[in-house]
């Protein structure tokens, strides 16, 4: 499974072969709290709507291959407040209503009042179910890409107790543990186990990752409350379904079982639509970025064939 949280915590690689990226004009926003910095691409196609693409933690980079397919369309992309060139100005832990706010003021700023669709993926997704409901005619179709709610899930009680669980193994034993803990949880298929918190830790180096612990606190996705705001949110399931947006719940075929999964097709249920199956699994569109390649091609065709249904 990869994960576009895995983003956050190295350098990206360029584009996959065969894409073709436009240049980008980057730009910053004061936003409360922080200082966004988002992307415009401009489209070939005056006519098509403008797509938004939004990722948490991961910023606009991992995108990058995916606007190389998508030059037709102005493309919008940004960094959120915790993730890589955004900047904080307050110790306020972001949550998915601030992250949805910040996203409306970058939409505004980029490309004004008119409508959009977006491409939200993983706690991104969250973030946009929050702007949806906030603002019901902002946008007009909405693929929600496995948003990891751990709060529509059946098995919610375990599930957010592994969730605590990897947060406090962050904060008392650092990155290395606590992010073994994650990959662990988040590659798990079907319900977790009530003992889940008292198996054995797994080791930080089978996964590649630090086994000391060098103090630090900030880590994009398990620092600052991030994994927990994020997975713990309870959606306006009934403003959602009220709005005018067209809500798409889709997840990665790779990804059947695992919590994405399953906290996806819950979501779809909520909201009384089918959950719709994309190529690939949870990082499906990148295309070399942060050293991890989806299926970025057969991606893009769902993508597109969603957005023009």
Do not use: C
């Amino acid at each position: 499974m990869r994960l576009d949280i895995a983003g956050t915590r190295g350098e990206h690689e360029g584009d996959a072969e065969g894409t073709r990226m436009t240049d980008a004009t980057s730009r910053t926003i004061d936003v409360p709290g922080a200082v966004l910095t988002y992307d415009v691409r401009p489209g070939s196609d005056a006519d098509t709507t403008p797509l938004v693409m939004v990722a948490s933690p991961m910023a606009a980079a991992g995108f990058a291959t995916l606007a190389g397919y998508l030059t037709d369309r102005t493309v919008v992309t940004y960094d959120p407040r915790q993730s890589e060139r955004s900047k904080l100005t307050t110790d306020v832990e972001p949550n998915p209503e601030i992250h949805a706010d910040d996203i409306h003021r970058v939409v505004q700023a980029a490309v004004g009042p008119g409508p959009v669709d977006v491409l939200a993926s993983s706690g991104g997704a969250v973030n946009m179910l929050a702007f949806v409901a906030a603002h019901p005619d902002r946008v007009r179709t909405l693929v929600a890409h496995e948003p990891p709610l751990v709060s529509a899930l059946p098995d919610r009680e375990t599930a957010f107790a592994a969730v605590h669980d990897v947060r406090n193994t962050y904060e008392r034993d650092g990155l290395g543990p606590g992010m073994a803990k994650f990959l662990a949880l988040v590659m798990h298929s079907g319900e977790i186990p009530a003992d889940w918190a008292d198996r054995p830790a797994p080791d930080p180096a089978q996964f590649g990752l630090p086994t000391e612990d060098d103090g630090s606190r900030d880590d994009p996705m398990l620092g600052r409350g991030h994994m927990v705001n994020t997975t713990g949110y309870e959606p306006d399931y009934a403003a959602i379904s009220a709005a005018q947006t067209r809500v798409v719940l889709a997840y990665g075929i790779e990804s059947e079982g695992l919590i994405t999964h399953r906290a996806t097709v819950s979501v779809a249920d909520a909201l009384g639509v089918e959950p719709t199956r994309f190529p690939s699994d949870h990082g499906g569109f990148l295309g070399g970025e942060y050293g991890q390649t989806g299926d970025p091609d057969a991606f893009v065709a769902r993508l597109r064939e969603v957005l023009d249904n």
